[in-house]
């Protein structure tokens, strides 16, 4: 079989991104869900990709751009081109004008996927072996003149890197990052991914605290969504905002601080002076822990000020999980 197969016209971009791809979702994804599973939000998120990306395809690159069979808003224009382009099925120039080639020259030579030479070649060999250089683009003239078209063709590459893997990162959420609330489960808080996800970054938050509109509590964080949430809410667009208290959320803190000390502790790869450390940060936060137990058997008041100070002392004490210099003893 492989004597047949002309290696000297394969396109090997476009044939290993296939072959590739195919090759991962019959082995990566099996073994990711065996291993760790998947939730809600992971099957939300296909289907709302799905449908972006299938969309952008029918209604933009096909009917708007390709026929013009209708004028559409920039904003609709604006999100086929970005979904578009993570259907990664090349930029609107090159779809289109390859279509309207299919349609000028359909059944024929020049039709770029011609059903003469087969079902597998106008499926896909015609992209597998693909000879001719790109074309002009001469008819696509009217496109041409679209600036954001000649900006997404541009840069094609890049936007569908970036909105169909970059988006699609719940997974490097389980992966990367810190776990501040709870070490339950696999998700983790990480602010580069935050940036990059609109605020979606903070997963173990969102994990342990799934009901808060919140997933960066702090006000530092970045969480763009929280923010338009929350413009929205005051202009009246949206309304009952679940929000965590912040007791609880400090508490939760104080917790897997504790568990995490401990966990350390038992270590015995331990050196002495990191074991030392440790353990007096975590008497430290046990002293924290019987005082606000106390507190609040007795009822009394909770203050921001004695919340911060709380909180302050989770940080203290957990800092010493990451003193710089003190190496763990590897066991012999």
């Given at each position: 079989m492989f004597p047949q197969i002309p290696f000297h016209r394969v396109n090997w971009l476009v044939s290993s991104f296939l072959i590739g791809t195919l090759f991962l979702s019959i082995t990566a994804v099996p073994v990711y869900l065996w291993f760790f599973g998947i939730d809600r939000f992971q099957i939300v998120l296909f289907f709302a990709m799905l449908a972006a990306c299938g969309f952008s395809i029918t209604l933009g690159y096909h009917r708007l751009f390709s026929h013009l069979t209708f004028q559409a808003h920039w904003i609709v224009r604006f999100f086929t081109v970005i979904f578009g382009a993570a259907a990664f099925e090349n930029s609107v120039l090159?779809?289109?004008?390859?279509?309207?080639?299919?349609?000028?020259?359909?059944?024929?030579?020049?039709?770029?996927?011609?059903?003469?030479?087969?079902l597998f070649y106008a499926h896909m060999g015609w992209l597998l072996f693909k000879l001719k250089p790109l074309p002009c683009f001469d008819n696509v003239a009217d496109l041409k003149k679209d600036p954001l078209l000649v900006w997404q063709d541009r840069y094609i590459h890049l936007i569908a890197v970036l909105v169909a893997f970059v988006l699609c990162i719940n997974s490097l959420c389980h992966y990367i990052g810190a776990q501040p609330y709870s070490s339950k489960c696999s998700a983790r808080?990480?602010?580069?991914?935050?940036?990059?996800?609109?605020?979606?970054?903070?997963?173990?938050?969102?994990?342990?605290?799934?009901?808060?509109?919140?997933?960066?509590?702090?006000?530092?964080?970045?969480?763009p969504t929280k923010w338009i949430i929350w413009i929205l809410s005051q202009i009246g667009l949206v309304r009952n905002l679940r929000r965590v208290p912040t007791e609880k959320i400090v508490l939760a803190e104080l917790a897997e601080a504790k568990r995490q000390l401990e966990a350390t502790l038992a270590n015995p790869a331990l050196t002495e002076a990191r074991a030392t450390k440790i353990a007096s940060a975590y008497q430290t936060l046990l002293e924290t822990a019987h005082w606000w137990n106390q507190r609040k058997a007795e009822q009394l008041e909770v203050t921001r000020e004695m919340l911060a100070s709380l909180r302050n002392n989770i940080r203290v004490a957990t800092s010493a999980l990451r003193i710089p210099g003190l190496r763990q003893r590897q066991p012999s």
């Open positions: 090159l779809w289109s004008c390859e279509h309207r080639s299919h349609h000028k020259h359909v059944d024929h030579d020049d039709d770029p996927y011609c059903i003469t030479k087969g808080d990480s602010w580069i991914l935050a940036i990059i996800t609109f605020g979606e970054g903070y997963h173990n938050y969102h994990h342990e605290f799934q009901h808060d509109y919140r997933n960066g509590v702090k006000p530092w964080q970045i969480d």
